[in-house]
């Protein structure tokens, strides 16, 4: 009888999977033809045949982080999260536009989110620290860190135990970086299976899956320069900003979109002053890119 059994998909490179075993070993795999497209984080059932692994089905998946569609398809970065850590630095400065959009792709996944606050060796860029206080304020953590002091990183270490969290943001902001202090050897353990099961030079323009020393698994993702939440209903967006959750259900109207309807519980509170106008900005920018803005 061959063997079979399940693993967790650690990165893919084309038709090439990499699956780390309920032992611990990670080893190379095709996916059986005709399977739907497997993606980091995935949990498989796989099947020794002559020529090799073959992973013969995807298990449900609990969630999944979807870019944006291309061809009508979703471009899945990776599935089954628990968390969503959204690195900004002093350098290259945020967008918050695509911090926003991140923040609302995890809160619709759904997933708990994180806003790092790093290289704060270097000198914070103009305003940064005021909408650092805003995601406070709203209940997101943003732990400071810098890989010069790496004690900086502890309280990450322990927001990161158990669970499955997924490093995302701009290029150079220091996902990889942050990924090396976090699991030890990472880079040599990635150099050395890309080596083994022939990958080449790639594997730093891939997710990758890393089990925690202290439990738990990180993913690092290559940088995005934008981010777009897969196409959905209006009134989804809603759901994505934290803070308007209170106010839901006390706007004049029950399918108010809080654009230009009277008696808008959350226009009212952005002149109030409780909901920071950018926020709000982008919520209404995500609905009009949504096709279904004010002009619509
Ligand atoms: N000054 C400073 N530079 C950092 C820090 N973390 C990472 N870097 C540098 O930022 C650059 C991009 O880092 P990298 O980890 O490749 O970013 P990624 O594209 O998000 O994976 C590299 O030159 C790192 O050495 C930090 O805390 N402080
Ligand atoms: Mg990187
Ligand atoms: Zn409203």
Same mark, same amino acid.
């Given at each position: ?5 399940? #693993?967790?998909?650690? $990165? ?10 309920? @032992? ?12 739907? /497209? ?12 002559? #020529? ?6 995807? =298990? ?39 911090? @926003?959009?991140?923040?609302?792709? $995890? ?6 989110? =994180? =806003? ?30 810098? *890989? ?8 990450l270490r322990v927001?990161? %135990? ?39 030079? /790639? ?31 209006a009134e989804r967006?809603? /759901? ?11 706007? %004049?109207f029950h399918n ?17 002053? *409780? ?6 900005? /982008?919520?209404? %920018? ?11």
């Amino acid at each position: 009888m061959s063997a079979r059994g399940e #693993g967790r998909v650690v $990165s893919r490179f084309g038709a090439t999977l990499l699956v780390r075993l309920p @032992d611990g070993t990670v080893r190379r795999a095709t996916a059986r033809r005709k399977l739907q /497209h497997v993606v980091c984080g995935d949990h498989v059932r796989w099947g020794e045949t002559p #020529g090799g692994l073959v992973v013969s089905a995807i =298990l449900p998946r609990r969630n999944q982080l979807v870019r944006s569609y291309f061809r009508g398809q979703p471009r899945i970065i990776a599935a089954n999260i628990d968390q969503v850590v959204v690195v900004t630095a002093h350098r290259p400065a945020p967008d918050w536009f695509v911090v @926003d959009k991140l923040l609302v792709a $995890s809160e619709l996944l759904p997933a708990d989110a =994180l =806003l790092l606050h790093h290289k704060i060796d270097l000198p914070a860029p103009a305003g940064l620290n005021g909408m650092l206080a805003v995601y406070r304020g709203i209940g997101y953590p943003v732990p400071d860190t810098t *890989t010069a002091e790496p004690a900086t990183l502890d309280a990450l270490r322990v927001a990161l %135990r158990g669970h499955t969290s997924i490093l995302i943001g701009q290029s150079g902001v220091g996902k990889s970086s942050l990924t090396n202090l976090l699991v030890p050897d990472a880079n040599a353990r990635t150099a050395g299976l890309s080596a083994k099961a022939e990958l080449g030079q /790639h594997t730093t323009s891939v997710t990758w899956l890393y089990e925690l020393p202290d439990g738990g698994e990180l993913i690092d993702s290559p940088g995005i320069r934008d981010f777009t939440p897969p196409p959905m209903p209006a009134e989804r967006y809603q /759901h994505g900003f934290r803070e308007f959750a209170p106010l839901l259900g006390q706007c %004049r109207f029950h399918n108010c979109l809080h654009r230009r309807e009277p008696g808008c519980a959350v226009r009212a509170a952005v002149e109030a002053g *409780t909901i920071h106008p950018q926020r709000y900005a /982008h919520y209404l %920018r995500l609905l009009e890119e949504a096709g279904d803005g004010p002009g619509h």
